[in-house]
């Protein structure tokens, strides 16, 4: 998706977003539940969850903040409407009929809401 295509379709996530809908925006799901909180979503590749550690989840999680960090940078509207709100960042594993969070980060802390081997 070229740049042009990310701001159009953040533009698009704003307005669904403000109506609390969650919005896909490339490899990232955004939800916002009201005008305190707003979601960034990750998804794990793997096909099988026995093969997801939480290293890897945790690795998981830095890509979508790094992710997000460059839709920020690429759309003042997005930076307008997050702007004092708590952003929490989750990594789920989709299953095929459905999804599963694995953790989620939320002011700096790490909450494992799947249990996951260690390494």
Not at 66 to 92: G, T
Request: proline share 1%; net charge negative.
């Amino acid at each position: 998706m070229n740049e042009k295509e990310l701001t159009d379709r953040i533009k698009n996530a704003i307005i669904l977003l403000q109506d609390g809908h969650s919005f896909k925006v490339g490899d990232l799901t955004f939800g916002s539940d009201n005008k305190n909180n707003f979601f960034v979503s990750g998804w794990a590749e793997s096909y099988d969850l026995k093969n997801i550690s939480k290293t890897r989840a945790l690795n998981e999680l830095n890509e979508t903040k790094e992710l997000f960090s460059k839709m920020l940078s690429a759309s003042p509207d997005l930076r307008k409407f997050i702007k004092d709100r708590n952003i929490e960042y989750s990594v789920s594993y989709n299953y095929g009929m459905g999804s599963l969070e694995l953790c989620r980060e939320k002011n700096g802390n790490i909450e494992w809401t799947t249990e996951l081997n260690d390494n």
